[in-house]
């Protein structure tokens, strides 16, 4: 996994766009920030979970998955190793972060969507 897949899923999402944040880009939804490239360093990046999310996440994969230091870390800020990721977890990541920060409607017509497609098999 690298920076250019990361920011292709991340703007693949509905409504998202990529701005800056603090000299790193940032993706957002509905003018909020999901996730960031560039954090702590190259080949990082920052999904906003919820630390029930993030838990489960950096259960699963320890070596992709590390909390943000600080408060922003206890939150559910978590940092992602690139290198160390696979394509199908930083999707599912960055999902989860758009899910928690997309205005309500537009999530919950995302999920249904997904869900709706799974269901079909496409």
Not at 61 to 75: C, L, N, T, Y
Request: include cysteine; hydrophobic fraction near 40%.
């Amino acid at each position: 996994m690298g920076v250019d897949e990361f920011r292709r899923i991340a703007l693949s999402l509905p409504e998202a766009s990529e701005s800056g944040h603090m000299g790193h880009p940032d993706f957002r939804v509905g003018g909020k920030i999901f996730a960031t490239l560039g954090y702590p360093s190259a080949g990082w990046g920052v999904v906003k979970l919820t630390p029930d999310q993030q838990e489960l996440f950096v259960q699963v994969e320890p070596e992709v998955f590390v909390p943000v230091k600080g408060a922003w870390g206890r939150r559910g800020a978590t940092s992602v190793r690139l290198r160390a990721a696979t394509k199908g977890i930083v999707r599912k990541a960055l999902i989860a972060a758009w899910c928690n920060t997309a205005p309500k409607a537009l999530a919950r017509r995302f999920e249904s969507a997904s869900s709706s497609s799974s269901e079909s098999g496409t």
